[in-house]
Each structure stands twice: as structure tokens, then as C-alpha cells.
């Protein structure tokens, strides 16, 4: 029984490990399964050096044609699931092939890597980091071993950051003007603006402010959007008159947002709107929707 | 659907009312574990019950106070960070990740509070920000409701903040700023309420309103209460602020409490100083506001004020309130054109009852006031509405009850004119109000020239005010016309001259009232007249001189004509008792033909006018109780009178009543006193006249009914015969008295069932009389029973 055992298990203990591991930031990851793991964050053009170490079972030797340490972007499409596209991939080779017949530890480094994309979980993708450790064998398949870590990259705030403002309105029925504070939003950031009734023939009820991402993949005629309402936020509650100036003040940081994404490898964007919701007493709903760009602020 | 149930709405209630406490179940456990995230949790999810539109304000009102409790316990939470470790700058920002906008503001508003009160920010912008993030709740009653709760919560806050700091005049506008903000927002809402839903359930909604408007008041009430709030504060800032949203809501309902209530939270002295302001407002506001009755508790407030303590009034005078007050009624009335005359001497009333109790002693406001009133009624057609009618009475009587003195009211000008606008009925109504406050304070009216004054006032009572007769009231007539013979006798001066004038005026007014009212008023004046005459006797003595203008035979003319007037209304009875009341008073004057004269009317009056023969009985004696008391005539001139007395007694047409005159004419002839006429001769002659007269009538009676009448007759001559008796009359003798007696017994024989209890005690009194003895006693002796 036992060495029926000893036969489906993976023959090594493979860990990789950062060599800055206890001192770099650890984030949130949900992994396929549903399950959230904490994993380093790095950012691009950081090295990423450590340690792999391999740990035969005990008393026995893996023979293996090399081991190499490899750095991959990769992009997931899940309606071709199991297809990755890498975008990046880097090699380090760790070992020559040979026998290891106890605990083994590789130093590692890929040096000022480019990694110009963030992580990203979406509705229909996914962009993921990782290193992927292979132990290449003649028989028995390859012992490979997988760690993720997350990237995110920082801007600089933006050097023009115009309002937006715009006023809108059916004839005869509903004018309005709505100011954003900004078009362009870090994740922490806060929407101040405020909403004026320049006319109201129409008895309102509520009006919200959403937070929506459109993630789109694909390109020409298969595209592919998603659109999620991230956000859903009352600004209003009760009928205006005319004159009325509504206060908008929304926190963002409660929400899971990511950056804009802008045509990344050609394969997706992810774009975010504010939508403005005007719902009346019959239930219908007058809505105006701006983009706006999202960026990650470098925390102060 | 849209009038809903009270049942239903009793079970949204208390569904709202279960979701509070189920939610605050969770809050409190959260509480006590200090679990910060959950207590946001649920305290989001208790105040989301208040998102409820189905509730009426009342429901909603104990709804709102069930998750208020609760919220007090959540800001004890919040101001302790070592409960939750999280500052509260963090807690600010962190509630307001709340979706929902309702629940949002509440919670920012408690984290708010505590936040102003760590001061860890400047108390200025958080409550701008407050009051600003507040405008997202548009719902009335949610918006003022959440809006009272930054009120009531920030309430303390604001008090120290706008006291704390003494001397910093910037904090303590802002505290105002914010409360003036907060109100004005409140009030917008609350305005709004009127135009939600259809226009039928209006009033319904109305009374809702009603309900709220304390939420909004309470704004004011703060405002009151910050002591920061100086007089130069209120004077630039809050009253300006507050008017101006008065003025611009367009609202009655609201223009109508707002107004009420600035007057009532405000110190007086305030008002006083910015009077001018605030009266400015009023013509301003909707034509259907009460506004008289907000002018009406301003000033019920000020005269209050005025009246406690006497430094007061000088700034009274000095920012002159009557002539704002004044201008600003007059605005009012000149603005709302719809205002009802009621509603506008309602004003003019306060407005009097203002400046009696201010100035008491400016005659000349009370008449302008007046003044006002007139122009005003003159515009308008005469009063048919009852209310304003009673509103005029009001504004008369305000003078008489204040000065306790009715003649301080005969001297404004323009009283008369005001009642001059009044209907008959309510000029008679006044014309009464006036007649008892005389008749209350005994105040004597002294001069002819407010005689004058007062009957032109009371001239409804006087005379027929138009050929329209009124439906009278046979009882209220009566009623008015005593009261105004009552009233003649407070007419009263001690100078006769002046005297005589008011007894002119007085019968020149009277003189006019016609037949129905001359008998009520005419006796008055002549016994007033009466009294003048009695007086002059008294002092004869000391004036003498052809000049004096008040004699009595001045007055003696006056008289006649006055009784004159009543014969020919006709009442000749009463004419007849004046005319003799008259004579007795020449008699008193000596003056002998004066005397006769009015004798000669008398006996005119009886052979013309009185024909009714028990009048004449009783005319008959009247005249011989008067005539046997005059002393004044000649022998020649009394022989005149006596004999057409005693010839009228003879004629009466029943016997028992001739004899009974004849027997009474006996004491024309014997008057007791030292000058007094003793006809023995004469008196036997009437005595046997009478026994005649009494024999015919027994004799009459026995045909009539076949028996004889009673003797009363005889007993009471026989009486007549033994008063002259014993008053010594030579002619009625001790014989005579026996045979009447006889007479008597005789008479009584016929009718033996009855014994006459009269004739008894008169035998018995003989008898008394015998035994007496003495000189009585032996002039008795001789007849024997």
C-alpha cells in the first residue's frame, strides 16, 4: 500500500521562495478554486530573485534532465480555458541534469523584469504572474511546481486632470448638469461633484451613482463585452425641484476596482464608467454614463 | 390606494417599528463585543427602515424616535475610540460607504456630532458639510426628519459653540449659519409637502403638515438660545435670513407659523428693535395668511413687555412701535385687498388694546387708531358680518373698560364716527356697552358738552336711526330704554346753570325718540329736572338776582313741555302723575299759577284723555293725595279745583268707586298743619254724600242679586267719620257715629251668615278708644254699641 502511495505522490517537495518574501508586501489573490492565498506583490522592472529548494522524498533520488525556474505573464482566455498565451516568459536555468539526492536549494534572479501588465481576475480573463519551476524527467512526467505572485504597477498622477461636466436632458421633461471632479480617479480616490436641476417635469424618485467596468475581449468581430455594476450608490432620495443642487461625494477605496486597462496585448480592455441613474415613480430609469480612467496611485 | 387605511398603516408601522428592534438587537450585540463593522452593519440596516414612504408623518414620527434611541447609544460608541479603534476622522469617511443615502447621513450626521465635539476639526466645515450632504434627501418628510435629527443632534454642539467662545464673533455665525441653512432647507421641504399628491386629499395633508411644524421651529428655538446671538446678530443676520424665507416660501401655512413663531422664541426687546423689519415682512406674505393674528400676539407680546418694568417704555417711544405698529396695519390692509372687514378691525383692535396698555395716556393714538378704522369701514359698505360687527363693539369697548371712566372716551373725536358705521342693532349693542360702563364706575357726567357728546354716541337708543324698523324685541326694547333713564341720572352737576344746559341737551335728544320711547326717558329727565328745581329752593336765599339763568320757572316751562310730549303720544296716565309731581314742586316753589297751571293740565288731561274708568279712579285719587297737599293756592283758586275734583269723583261711573272718591274728596277740605283749611262743614257735607252714594249702591246690589252687598262701604265711611272725629271736626258728632253704626248693624241683618271683620276690628277699636279715657276716652263715652 504504501509504495502505491509513494507512487502517485509527486516524487519532490518543490518550494520557491522570495529572497525578500518576509519583508515585501503580501496581497489577497482568489485563486481558481475560490480560495484567497496571500502572494507577494511586486511591481515591474523589480527583480525577482529567491530560492528554489527541491526535497526528494526521503531515501529517494530524482533523476532529472535539469531544472529550470521560469517567469511567465500569461493571459487566460476562459472560454478557451487551458490556453495560455504568455506574454512574457523568462528562463533561468537552475541545474544541469544529474540526481539529487537530498534537499537542494537554487538561488534565482530575473533581474529588473518588464512587466508592464497588472494582474488582473476578470469576468472572461484572466492576467496572471508566476513562476513555474520544472523538473524535467525521462519518465514519470516532469515535476513542475507553480507560485504567483501579483504585480501592480503605479502612475504618477495625471499632469491634466479636467473635470468632467456636461449638462443633459430630455425636452420638456428632465435638464440636468452633473460635474465630476475629475476624470481620471485613483483607487482611493474620492468623486466629489454635484448634480443640478436645471428643469424636473418628471417625479423622481431616486437617483444613483454606479461604478460600472467593462471589460471587453477579443478583437473585430469577436469581441466579447462584459459589463458590471461594481457600484451601486444612492445620491438622492425624494423628488428635486427646480434649483436643486445635489452633493456627490463617493469613496472609492470600499470597491474592487483595478486600473483602466487600455488594450492590453491586444487581447482585453477594462474600462470604467460613472453611470448617473434618475429613476421615477413609474419605475423608469433616465441614465447618462461617462468614462472615467482609473490609475494606482503609489501609496504616500 | 390613495387614501390608505389606518389599519394598514398601523402594520407597516409596526413591521417598521420590528425591523428597528431586530436590527438594533444585532447593534447592541455588536456594541458590546465593540465590533465596529457589524455595528455599521446593522445600524445601516435599522435606519433603512426609515426609508419608508408608507408611513403618515405622525407613524413615521414614533418610527423615527424608536431608531433615535438607538442612535444615541451608537454615538456614546463613536466617541469612544478606544471602543473601536478607529479615529474618528477614519469614521467619518468610513460611514459614508454606506449605498443607501438615508442610512448614510444619519450615521454621518452621529459621527458628525462627535466629531465637532473632538474638535479635531473646525466645527465650521463640518457642519457645511453636514448641512450640504443633507440636501440628498429630497423626500419631505424623510429630508425633514433627517434634517431635525442634524438639529436636534448638533443642538448642544451648537449651543456651546455659538456661547463657548465668547468674543469670537466667527464662531458664533457659524453656528448660526448652519442653523439658518438647516432651517431654510427644512422649510423648503416642508412647503414642498403641499405639493406632493393629488390636490383632493389637500387639506389631509395640511393637517400632516401641521403635524411637522414643530421640526422646523425648533430651528428658531436653537437660534434663541445661543447666546452668541446678540441683538446685533439677530438685527443683521438671523432676522433678515429667516424673513427672507418667509417672504420667498409663498407659503400660508408656513408664512403663518414661521411668523407666529419668531415672535414667540424671540426675546421682546429683539423684536422691539428690529420692529421695522419684521412689520415689513407682513405685508408681504400670501393674502391668505392670518396675519392680523400674528400682528395680533406680536403686539399682545409688547404691550406685555411694556408693561414690565417702566425703563422699557422709553425704548417704546424711542424706536416709536405705536406709529410703526400703526403704518404696518395699514399696509397690511392696503396690501391684502381680500381680507375680510373683520379681519381688518380685528387689527385695528389689537392694535388699540396695544397702545391702551402702552400708552395710556396718548388719547391721540386711541383716536387715531379709531381714525384708521373709520377710513377703512368708510371704504366699505356697512357691515352685515356679524363677526366684524362684534369686532367693532370690541374696539369701542376697549376705551371704556381701560379708562373706567367713560367721559375719557366722550373726548375722542373720532369715536362717534366709528359708530357711526355699525348697523342699528350693534349701535344699540354699543349704545349698552357704554350705558353700563357709566352705570358700573357711577360715573358722573358733568358737562353739557359731553352730554352732548354722549347721546350723539348712544343716539340708537335715542331715536329711530332709519325708516327701516327693525325687528324689535319688545323685552330688549324695554331693557335699552330703562338703561337710558338710568343713564339721565348719572347726568349730574352741581351748578345749576350747567345743570339746566344738560337737561336742554338731554330733552333735545330725548324729544325726538318718539311715542314708544318717551315714557321710558321722559319721567327720568323730569324728576332730573325735579331735583334741579328742589335744589334751586334750597338756595334762594343766597342768589337772588334777574339774571340767574336756571329759575324755576325756566324750569317749570321746560317741564310742561316735556310732559306736553308725553300726553300726546298719548300717555296721559303718566302724564297726569308728572304733571301732579310737577305742581307739588311749584308748590314748593310758591309759585301759585305754575302750580295751577300744571292743576289746569292735569284736569285737562283727566276729561280728554283718560277714559277708562279704572284709570280714572286712580287718576281721581292721584290727584286728590296732590291737591289736598298744596298749600300755594288762593281760597278762590283752591275752591276752583277742589270743586271740579269732587264733581269728577261724583261722576264715576260705579258707585262703590264714587263713594269711595267722595269720601276721599272729605280730606280736601281738612288739612292738618298750622294753616291748613278746616271745613268741618264741608267734610260732613262729602261724608253724607258718600253714605248716599253708599245707600244707592246697597240698594242697587239687593236688585241686581237679591241681596245685599256687603257693608265695607259703611265700615269705611264710618272710619272717615271717626278720624274726623277724633280730629275734633265739630260738625261729626258723637250721634252721627251711633246712628251709622246702626245703620250698619241693620244693614248686617239681612245678611247674617257674614260677620265683617272689618267692621269688627273698627268696633273694637271704639271700644279700645272708650276705655282709654282721658279727653279721647270721654268723647267716645257717648257711643254706645
Redesign the interface.
Known amino acids: 500500500m504504501n509504495f502505491l502511495i509513494g507512487a502517485f505522490k509527486p516524487a519532490c517537495n518543490i518550494s520557491i521562495t522570495f529572497s525578500d518574501g518576509k519583508s515585501r508586501k503580501q496581497v489577497p489573490m482568489k485563486k481558481e478554486n475560490g480560495k484567497t492565498i496571500m502572494v507577494s506583490l511586486f511591481q515591474s522592472k523589480e527583480s525577482i530573485a529567491g530560492k528554489v529548494s527541491i526535497e526528494p522524498l526521503q531515501g529517494k533520488k530524482i533523476e532529472h534532465l535539469g531544472v529550470k525556474v521560469e517567469l511567465l505573464g500569461q493571459i487566460e482566455m476562459y472560454f478557451d480555458r487551458g490556453n495560455f498565451y504568455d506574454f512574457t516568459s523568462l528562463v533561468r536555468e537552475l541545474d544541469v541534469p544529474g540526481d539529487i539526492y537530498e534537499r537542494k536549494t537554487y538561488p534565482f534572479e530575473f533581474s529588473t523584469v518588464e512587466m508592464p501588465y497588472e494582474t488582473y481576475n476578470g469576468a472572461n480573463l484572466r492576467l496572471r504572474y508566476v513562476l513555474k519551476v520544472t523538473v524535467s524527467r525521462n519518465y514519470g512526467g516532469s515535476i513542475v511546481e507553480y507560485q504567483d505572485f501579483m504585480v501592480r504597477n503605479y502612475s504618477p498622477p495625471p499632469s491634466i486632470n479636467n473635470s468632467i461636466k456636461m449638462e443633459v436632458g430630455i425636452e420638456d421633461c428632465l435638464h440636468i448638469e452633473f460635474e465630476y471632479n475629475k476624470s481620471k480617479y485613483h483607487l482611493k480616490d474620492v468623486i466629489i461633484g454635484k448634480i443640478y436641476f436645471l428643469l424636473v417635469r418628471i417625479k423622481i424618485k ?1 437617483m444613483d451613482l454606479e461604478i460600472r467596468r467593462r471589460e471587453s475581449t477579443g478583437s473585430g468581430a469577436n469581441t466579447h463585452v462584459e459589463t458590471e455594476t461594481l ?11 427646480r434649483g ?4 456627490i ?1 463617493l ?1 472609492l ?2 470597491y474592487e476596482l483595478t486600473p483602466t486597462y487600455r488594450n492590453i496585448n491586444n487581447k482585453f480592455s477594462v474600462k470604467y464608467y460613472l453611470n448617473l441613474v434618475l429613476v421615477d415613480e413609474e419605475d423608469r430609469r433616465y441614465f447618462k454614463q461617462q468614462e472615467i480612467a482609473i490609475y494606482r496611485q503609489q501609496d504616500s | 390606494m390613495l387614501l390608505i387605511g389606518a389599519e394598514d398603516e398601523e402594520k407597516w408601522l409596526a413591521e417598521g417599528i420590528a425591523g428597528v428592534q431586530h436590527n438594533a438587537f444585532y447593534l447592541h450585540r455588536a456594541l458590546d463585543s465593540n465590533n465596529l463593522r457589524d455595528a455599521l452593519k446593522y445600524s445601516a440596516q435599522m435606519l433603512s427602515e426609515l426609508r419608508t414612504s408608507k408611513l403618515s408623518p405622525q407613524k413615521y414620527y414614533e418610527l423615527y424616535m424608536r431608531a433615535f434611541d438607538e442612535l444615541r447609544i451608537l454615538e456614546m460608541f463613536f466617541k469612544d475610540e478606544s471602543k473601536h479603534g478607529v479615529s474618528v476622522v477614519d469614521l467619518y469617511e468610513l460611514v459614508q460607504h454606506a449605498g443607501n443615502i438615508l442610512p448614510r447621513l444619519y450615521l454621518l450626521c452621529t459621527v458628525g456630532s462627535v466629531y465637532i465635539k473632538s474638535k479635531e476639526a473646525p466645527a465650521k466645515e463640518l457642519l457645511q458639510d453636514l448641512v450640504e450632504m443633507c440636501h440628498g434627501v429630497q423626500h419631505p418628510i424623510r429630508g425633514l426628519f433627517l434634517r431635525s435629527y442634524l438639529a436636534q443632534i448638533s443642538r448642544d454642539k451648537l449651543i456651546d459653540i455659538g456661547s463657548d467662545y465668547e468674543g469670537d464673533a466667527d464662531t458664533v455665525m457659524d453656528a448660526v449659519e448652519f442653523i439658518l441653512e438647516n432651517f431654510t432647507e427644512m422649510n423648503k421641504l416642508w412647503v414642498r409637502m403641499q405639493l406632493e399628491g393629488p390636490g383632493r386629499v389637500r387639506e389631509k395633508r395640511e393637517k400632516e403638515r401641521s403635524a411637522l411644524q414643530e421640526l422646523v421651529g425648533k430651528n428658531l428655538h436653537v437660534l434663541s438660545q445661543i447666546e452668541g446671538v446678540d441683538l446685533e446678530i439677530y438685527k443683521e443676520t438671523v432676522l433678515p435670513r429667516v424673513l427672507e424665507q418667509v417672504v420667498n416660501c409663498k407659503d400660508d401655512l408656513s408664512q403663518y407659523y414661521l411668523m407666529d413663531c419668531i415672535i414667540q422664541v424671540f426675546p421682546d426687546e429683539y423684536h422691539l428693535q428690529t420692529l421695522e423689519m419684521l412689520l415689513a415682512a407682513c405685508p408681504q406674505v400670501q393674502p391668505t395668511v392670518d396675519i392680523k393674528t400674528v400682528l395680533s400676539r406680536l403686539m399682545d407680546r409688547l404691550s406685555k413687555y411694556a408693561a414690565s418694568s417702566a425703563d422699557v417704555l422709553t425704548e417704546f417711544l424711542q424706536v416709536e412701535a405705536f406709529t410703526k405698529l400703526s403704518n404696518a396695519i395699514e399696509k397690511v390692509i392696503e396690501v391684502q385687498v381680500d381680507m375680510p372687514a373683520v379681519g381688518a378691525i380685528t387689527l385695528y383692535v389689537s392694535l388699540l388694546t396695544f397702545t391702551l396698555r402702552v400708552h395710556p395716556d396718548r388719547l391721540d393714538y386711541v383716536d387715531q387708531v379709531l381714525g384708521a378704522c373709520v377710513k377703512k369701514l368708510s371704504s366699505i359698505p356697512k357691515l352685515e358680518d356679524s363677526r366684524a360687527t362684534k369686532q367693532v363693539v370690541a374696539l369701542l369697548s376697549a376705551p371704556l373698560e381701560k379708562y373706567n371712566d367713560t367721559v375719557t372716551a366722550l373726548k375722542i373725536s373720532n369715536y362717534p364716527r366709528v359708530m357711526d358705521h355699525l348697523d342699528n342693532g350693534t349701535n344699540k349693542v354699543m349704545a349698552m356697552v357704554i350705558i353700563e360702563s357709566i352705570m358700573k364706575n357711577n360715573t358722573c357726567i358733568s358737562t353739557a358738552d359731553k352730554v352732548e357728546v354722549l347721546f350723539e354716541l348712544i343716539k340708537g337708543l335715542i331715536k329711530d336711526l332709519d325708516s327701516a324698523t327693525d325687528e324689535l324685541d319688545e323685552e330688549d326694547f324695554k331693557d335699552e330704554q330703562n338703561s337710558v333713564a338710568k343713564l339721565i341720572h348719572m347726568l349730574y352737576n352741581n351748578e345749576p346753570e350747567e345743570m339746566l344746559k344738560i337737561i336742554c341737551i338731554v330733552w333735545k335728544h330725548t324729544m325726538a325718540g318718539g311715542p314708544k320711547r318717551l315714557p321710558f326717558t321722559v319721567p327720568s329727565l323730569v324728576f332730573s329736572a325735579l331735583r334741579l328745581v328742589r335744589q334751586l329752593q334750597g338756595q334762594e336765599g343766597d342768589i337772588v338776582g334777574e339774571e340767574v339763568p336756571a329759575t324755576p320757572k325756566k324750569i317749570f316751562q321746560l317741564l310742561s313741555q316735556m310732559i306736553e310730549a308725553l300726553s300726546a303720544v298719548p300717555s296721559p296716565e303718566l302724564a297726569l302723575r308728572l304733571y301732579l309731581q310737577c305742581a307739588e314742586a311749584a308748590n314748593g316753589c310758591d309759585l301759585e299759577y305754575v302750580a295751577y297751571e300744571f292743576f289746569t293740565q292735569v284736569f285737562v288731561l283727566y276729561e280728554e284723555e283718560i277714559a277708562n274708568s279704572k284709570a280714572q279712579v286712580t287718576a281721581i285719587h292721584l290727584i286728590i293725595g296732590a291737591l289736598q297737599r298744596m298749600n300755594v293756592f288762593s281760597v278762590e283758586n283752591r275752591d276752583t279745583l277742589t270743586h271740579k275734583t269732587t264733581g269728577y269723583s261724583a261722576r264715576l261711573l260705579k258707585k262703590p268707586d264714587q263713594c269711595r272718591a267722595v269720601y276721599a274728596c272729605s280730606h280736601l277740605f281738612w288739612v292738618d298743619g298750622q294753616d291748613g283749611i278746616r271745613d268741618g262743614e264741608r267734610v260732613l257735607l262729602c261724608l253724607k254724600r258718600a253714605l248716599r252714594i253708599a245707600n244707592a249702591a246697597q240698594q242697587m246690589a239687593s236688585i241686581a242679586r237679591d241681596s245685599s252687598g256687603p257693608v265695607t262701604l259703611f265700615v269705611e265711611i264710618l272710619n272717615k267719620y271717626l278720624y274726623y272725629f277724633e280730629k275734633g271736626n265739630k260738625q261729626i258728632t258723637a250721634a252721627a257715629i251711633q246712628h251709622l253704626i246702626e245703620l250698619i248693624n241693620t244693614e248686617m241683618q239681612g245678611d247674617s251668615a257674614t260677620s265683617d271683620a272689618f267692621l269688627a276690628s273698627t268696633l273694637r277699636y271704639i271700644q279700645f278708644q272708650k276705655q282709654r279715657g282721658g279727653v279721647m276716652g270721654a268723647k267716645f263715652e257717648s257711643i254706645k254699641l
Open positions: 431616486n457600484a451601486k450608490f444612492e445620491l438622492m432620495d425624494g423628488a428635486p425641484v436643486e443642487s445635489i452633493p461625494r469613496f477605496s470600499p
